[in-house]
Nanobody, 128 residues
Framework: QVQLVESGGGLVQPGGSLRLSCAGS????????MGWFRQAPGKMREFVAA????????SYADSVKGRFTISRDNPKNTVYLQMNSLRPEDTAVYYC?????????????????????WGQGTQVTVSS
């Protein structure tokens, strides 16, 4: 059974930091692009960040550029999202995803958001 399991969410004050992790199991994610989406209450799910398999390519939503950094450890089948200078508007459930399509045509970089695999999500709350 293929699984993506997120961890690292929680409650943090504005200006604080969190590091999310997403560990894949059940198969090797060789060649897969991986990334993060988020969904705030009452809003649509939105793209946050993504990274290609060879980690040469990364993409970020404009709202998180300069504050969030995505990275991956391929031998561990794990992708990370370092989130700094957090704002209340970053409050959301964060979902990890993986996609086998070529990076430039993947669910992270194209209009089609049909990723191959999704995690269950981890809550991030930014509040004083």
């Amino acid at each position: 059974q293929v699984q993506l399991v997120e961890s690292g969410g929680g409650l943090v004050q504005p200006g604080g930091s969190l590091r999310l992790s997403c560990a894949g199991s059940g198969r090797a994610f060789s060649g897969y692009a991986m990334g993060w989406f988020r969904q705030a209450p009452g809003k649509m799910r939105e793209f946050v960040a993504a990274i290609s398999w060879n980690p040469d390519h990364t993409s970020y939503a404009d709202s998180v550029k300069g504050r969030f950094t995505i990275s991956r450890d391929n031998p561990k089948n794990t992708v990370y999202l370092q989130m700094n200078s957090l704002r209340p508007e970053d409050t959301a459930v964060y979902y990890c995803a993986a996609d086998s399509k070529y990076y430039s045509h993947s669910c992270f970089t194209s209009v089609d958001r049909s990723c191959d695999y999704w995690g269950q999500g981890t809550q991030v709350t930014v509040s004083s």
